[in-house]
């Protein structure tokens, strides 16, 4: 069966176990990691005590991303006890972020490997083997791993994530982005186009294409271009069986054109995460965000005209550098304003070097961080719980992902603005098939619905 090729293989050879931490480009980081190593004769193993080599692609976004993986790598120390030849690698942008210190402040790091260093890692884990260090920390304008087909380590076999560009141009004053995984590149259409065609063959439905900044993606080659509108219209053209979704949209670069493209193809998904960050225009420009609130409304606009059932989510930052109580009340009319059908919500978190803390003052106490947060949270859950009532009583394609979790009778899936249902299996339904289904029920994070006849 064709899928089986896009599986991690099993058999002899090292052993290599990865713990992936952050956001999605991580996850497909770790995909094109563990296919690096496949072809260096290493097998793929999910079990941690039989490991020769570990590797951990680590998150520097908030202080207590990085803080977590500190408290797993002195967990480490007891395999490394059991077996003194064990390899631990660190990867990723806690890696870059931190380079040598982790080799010093760790006595069991032996790999520190950056974001753009992954096709080096056979002579990293070498040099380790050897009893030395493995140090790459070097960062690329151009890598994009284009050419290399990820190890698909997900287990639905329905969705999968598509890198379609690395790195960001943006320096939000907040972010440790553009430190750790460097400018942006955008990978070649005509690679993203076949791992798209290679996982809709496999049976995969679904795929996201993913970017710190997708609307800014751009090919140019021949003197012909390609930009995002154009490349998700081509993506979606390989099947109306294959959903198509994308993230993360800088609210400043979400072009007409983008929507138009969603607003005309049925199977591009109808949701878009536009991280608003704050609803004060004072916290927008200290965030380096360049735009206004009333611009980020006018894109809202602009979504909900063409796009009326389109949903809109959002991240959301507490306590940003001289946020006031009338800035944090800002934050929540724009929320109320907007209607967010859901929200990441994060405490502001000061992250070294970055433009904040370089020339702001982290001010606002800790207290009324996360006092303002579980505000925001409350807030928002009313949102969700709103959002998801508006769709009681009306009915939505559903792709199946798999069995409900929590009762094994039942099938769970998701709609076309990303939200999740769960419904009663009528016995002839699988992972990866659509059906129809009329929601009855819901809370603020699920839909429960019947199955209907089509
Ligand atoms: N502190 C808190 N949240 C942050 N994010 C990025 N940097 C920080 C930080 N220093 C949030 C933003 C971004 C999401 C991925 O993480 O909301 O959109
Ligand atoms: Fe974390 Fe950002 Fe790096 Fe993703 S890109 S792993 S969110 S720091």
Redesign the pocket.
């Known amino acids: 069966m064709k899928l089986d090729t896009l599986r991690p293989l099993q058999g002899a050879g090292k052993r290599l176990y990865v713990e992936t ?6 996850v497909g980081d770790s995909e094109i990691l563990v296919s690096i190593l496949q072809d260096e004769g290493y097998r793929y193993t999910e079990n941690i005590s039989e490991a020769d080599v570990i590797l951990v ?5 908030r202080d207590n ?1 990085e803080q977590r993986i500190w408290g797993r790598l002195k967990e480490f120390q007891r395999y490394k006890k059991k077996n003194p030849k064990l390899i631990v690698g660190i990867v ?3 890696a870059e972020r931190l380079r040598e210190k982790l080799l010093s402040e760790s006595p069991i790091v032996d790999v520190v490997a950056g ?1 753009d260093s992954y096709r080096d890692m056979p002579r990293l884990l070498e040099l380790a083997a050897a009893g030395s260090h493995g140090v790459n920390v070097q960062l690329s304008e151009e890598e994009t791993y284009g050419e290399i087909r990820p190890v698909r380590l997900d287990r639905n076999g329905v969705s999968a994530f598509i890198a379609i560009m690395r790195g ?1 141009n943006n320096f939000c004053s907040y ?3 553009p430190y ?2 460097g400018r942006e590149r955008s990978r070649d259409p005509q690679t993203i186009e076949a791992e798209a065609h290679e996982l809709f063959d496999a049976g995969y439905r679904e795929v996201t294409l993913l970017g ?1 900044n997708v609307n800014s993606y751009k090919w140019e080659a021949d003197g012909a271009e390609v930009d995002f509108p154009e490349l998700i219209d081509r993506i979606a053209a390989i099947s109306p069986m294959l959903r198509v979704r994308f993230a993360t949209s800088h609210p400043k670069d979400l072009s007409d054109r983008l929507i138009d493209v969603m607003a005309s193809r049925p199977n591009v998904c109808k949701a878009i995460h536009l991280p608003a960050q704050s609803g004060s225009d004072t916290m927008l420009k200290a965030m380096n965000r360049k735009y206004t609130r009333q611009w980020y409304m006018e894109r809202i606009n602009a979504i909900r005209s063409r796009i009326p059932e389109c949903s809109i989510t959002t991240d959301l930052i507490a306590g940003f550098c001289g946020e006031t109580e009338e800035d944090h009340r800002q934050t929540l009319s724009l929320m109320r304003e907007v209607g967010y059908d859901s929200a990441y919500m994060f405490k502001y978190s000061l992250r070294p070097g970055t433009q904040a803390d370089r020339i702001m003052h982290d001010d606002v106490p800790e207290e009324e961080k996360l006092h303002r947060l579980n505000e925001i949270i409350a807030l928002q859950n009313e949102l969700s719980l709103d959002s998801n009532r508006r769709d009681i009583g009306k009915t939505f394609e559903v792709l199946i992902e798999g069995k409900s979790k929590r009762n094994e009778a039942q099938l769970c899936g998701r709609t076309s603005q990303n939200k999740m249902v769960v419904f009663d299996s009528d016995g002839s339904l699988e992972a990866g098939d659509y059906t129809t289904v009329k929601i009855e029920d819901c809370t603020s994070a699920t839909l429960f619905g019947t199955i209907i006849a089509r």
């Open positions: 931490y952050g956001c999605q480009m991580n692609n680590t998150c520097s976004i991303a990723g942008c806690m974001p960001c972010c440790v982005v750790t995984r710190q």
